[in-house]
């Protein structure tokens, strides 16, 4: 029987991505969330959901600029727990929060416009998971690569769904938008990354100041 082996990086990784979701249910069981714990488990949800979408979208840079190929075998993995995450977020809010009382959420959805942009983005992040799986690949081809490009448009949306849930105005920088300001930088530097022209400058200037320093 094949033993299976995991590397450093691999159980840093699971353990980071399942803490939130273990210190969540034991706050859950010692009764230690907020006076309002429907939107505590909302809130921790969903940042746990962007911190991990935006892992996985470093994944590719950091192979780029430093060579790394690691953190390429777990972006998919990292993509399966911000789905974990986002779809726990919208069960939550769904089926906890509202009841799945339609009215009250359609209501809700036309004076919330951060409300329509959540749930766009994990519509967006429903096909990216089901077809994550080697089956697709293979299945799809080259379509495989075309749909999973969409994650280039969901990130920037789960950005302004952040912002636009917080107090305060996002593009004036008004209010509690510092957080979800840290990772709209951090989204469009590793967006930036993938423009050829750019990461090949970047990738030029990191290799000669690793001869340099050699």
């Not at 029987?1 to 691999?10: A, C, D, E, G």
């Not at 488990?41 to 600029?65: D, H, Q, Y």
């Not at 972006?75 to 339609?102: E, K, N, S």
Request: glycine share 4%.
């Amino acid at each position: 029987m094949k033993k299976i082996r995991y590397t450093p990086l691999q159980i840093l990784m699971h353990i980071g991505c399942l803490f939130p979701l273990a210190y969540l249910i034991f706050d859950y069981f010692t009764n230690n969330l907020t006076a309002n714990p429907i939107q505590d488990i909302e809130k921790r949800t969903g940042f746990a959901a962007i911190t991990i979408l935006v892992l996985s979208l470093s994944s590719t840079p950091i192979n780029a600029v430093f060579g790394w190929r690691e953190p390429l075998k777990r972006r998919r993995a990292l993509g399966l727990y911000a789905f974990l995450y986002a779809t726990l977020h919208m069960t939550v809010f769904f089926a906890i929060d509202y009841g799945f009382t339609w009215s009250l959420i359609i209501r809700d959805v036309l004076e919330k416009r951060y409300i329509i942009i959540g749930s766009l983005s994990f519509l967006l992040l429903l096909p990216l998971a089901v077809t994550s799986f080697r089956w697709w690949m293979v299945k799809m081809g080259k379509n495989w690569k075309k749909l999973h490009k969409l994650v280039y448009l969901t990130a920037p949306l789960v950005v302004i769904h952040f912002a636009w849930s917080r107090k305060g105005d996002f593009f004036s920088l008004q209010g509690d938008v510092l957080q979800p300001f840290i990772y709209g930088l951090i989204v469009i530097l590793l967006l930036v990354l993938r423009i050829p022209s750019i990461k090949k400058a970047v990738v030029s200037l990191w290799t000669q100041r690793l001869r340099r320093a050699t």
